[in-house]
Structure formats: structure tokens, C-alpha cells
């Protein structure tokens, strides 16, 4: 079984400025680490996933993360952020060796860019 | 990229009334469909893990004679409250991912109100 953990329920920021969203998990196996976007009543839309190869990915937005196998870490960066960004943002974790692909996620950080 | 459509986006009924939620995949073959729950300002819960053409797999804790999952079509896959009582009210969201189960693409959600 896995666990996601989302140390920060809210982020305040203003715009323009950098932001990192953490995110830590534990997991007894190996596993694929990902970040979602949720607008209000709305579904989730991916932002960017690390299935294997080079530990620092980019996504869409201008969003990027960092696994860090031996922190058990996918932190979430921007450097300077816009009000659009404004949103609900969920880490995620799934195994990769078995045949389970759910998703576990983490409780969520709610991100205010504030002008 | 990827697209999952999820219809209604909202529904509002009486107690006791079954109400079905369809999951769409439209531009991909979605052999795996998760059904999730989402209580306000929370995060997601998996409720069933459906494959095409077999019963869906459901989580601890999840009455699968209550919430009736059917996937059977490549690109489609209900979920059905039956019985609806205001304790299921919620935000359920669909994904769908391919035979290469990664990554999962969201639908935008339903929001089921039950008076």
C-alpha cells in the first residue's frame, strides 16, 4: 500500500513570485509519482508525471518536479507564478511493478496567488 | 491529448431515485476505467477499478450492490447510484487510461445532489 502526504493544505503567493508545492510519499514498492490540477468543479487535468528515466521532469504551465528517491520527495516548482494558477493541486502516486494502476493521492494544497 | 467525457455534470434528485453516470474515452481505447468520490474540500477516494468486459474491482468499504459499475465497451463504462440517499451525495470522477495504464485521464466530474 502507498501513502501520499501534502504537508501544506494552503499555499499563499504572490504573483510573479516562485512557488514549491511539497510532496512526500511511502510506498513498500516501486512506484509512478504524478502531479494534478483541479479547477473548481472541475475533473483533474495531469501537469506533469515521473514514469522513470531523468529524476527532474517538466509539464505544462511551467511547472516541473524533482523525484528524489532517497527523500521520498516529488516537490512541485514554479518560478514565478500567475493568477491563473490559482487552483487546487494534488499529488499522486501509483505502483509501477504490479498490475495495480489506482491512484493514491495526497489530501491536496490549495494554491491563492493573490496580485 | 487525451480526452474523457463525463456526462451529466450535475445532477439534483429525490431520495431514493438510481442515477447513472457515463465515462467516455474519445479519442483513445480506455481498457482500464476508475470510478472516484470526492467530499468537499477533500481529496480523491478510488471506489472501482473497472477492465473492459469484466466486474469491476471495488475498494474496501465500497458497496458495489449500491454504486453498480459496467464497462462494456472499450470507450465506455457507467457508473449507477442506486438507491440514491443524501449521505451519496457527492463529486464522482471518472479516469480512463490505456492498455499502457499510465497516465490516467480525467473526467470532469458529476456532482449528484440528493434532496
Known amino acids: 500500500a502507498q501513502s501520499v502526504t501534502q504537508l501544506d493544505s494552503q499555499v499563499p503567493v504572490f504573483e510573479e513570485a516562485p512557488v514549491e508545492l511539497r510532496c512526500n510519499y511511502s510506498?513498500?514498492?516501486?512506484?509512478?509519482l504524478f502531479w494534478y490540477v483541479q479547477y473548481p468543479n472541475q475533473g483533474l487535468q495531469l501537469l506533469l508525471k515521473?514514469?522513470?528515466?531523468?529524476?527532474l521532469v517538466k509539464g505544462i504551465n511551467g511547472f516541473e518536479a524533482e523525484f528524489n528517491k532517497s527523500q521520498t520527495s516529488f516537490h512541485l516548482r514554479k518560478p514565478s507564478v500567475h493568477i491563473s494558477d490559482t487552483a487546487e493541486y494534488f499529488c499522486?502516486?501509483?505502483?509501477?511493478?504490479?498490475?495495480?494502476?489506482?491512484?493514491?493521492f495526497g489530501s491536496g494544497t490549495r494554491l491563492q496567488v493573490q496580485p | 491529448g487525451a480526452v474523457v467525457s463525463q456526462h451529466p455534470s450535475r445532477v439534483i434528485c429525490k431520495s431514493g431515485t438510481s442515477v447513472k453516470i457515463e465515462c467516455r474515452s474519445l479519442?483513445?481505447?480506455?481498457?482500464?476505467m476508475f470510478w472516484y468520490r470526492q467530499f468537499p474540500k477533500q481529496s480523491l477516494m478510488l471506489m472501482a477499478t473497472?477492465?473492459?468486459?469484466?466486474?469491476?474491482?471495488?475498494e474496501q468499504g465500497v458497496e458495489k450492490d449500491k454504486f453498480l459499475i459496467n464497462h462494456a465497451s472499450l470507450t465506455l463504462s457507467t457508473l449507477t447510484v442506486t438507491s440514491a440517499h443524501p449521505e451519496d451525495s457527492s463529486f464522482y470522477i471518472c479516469?480512463?487510461?490505456?492498455?499502457?495504464?499510465?497516465?490516467?485521464?480525467f473526467g470532469d466530474g458529476t456532482r449528484l445532489s440528493i434532496l
Open positions: 473497472s477492465n473492459e468486459g469484466s466486474k469491476a474491482t471495488y
Open positions: 499522486a502516486v501509483s505502483e509501477s511493478d504490479t498490475g495495480r494502476r489506482a491512484l493514491t
Open positions: 479519442d483513445f481505447q480506455a481498457t482500464t
Open positions: 515521473y514514469l522513470s528515466g531523468s529524476t
Open positions: 510506498s513498500s514498492v516501486s512506484v509512478y
Open positions: 479516469s480512463a487510461s490505456n492498455r499502457g495504464g499510465q497516465p490516467q485521464h
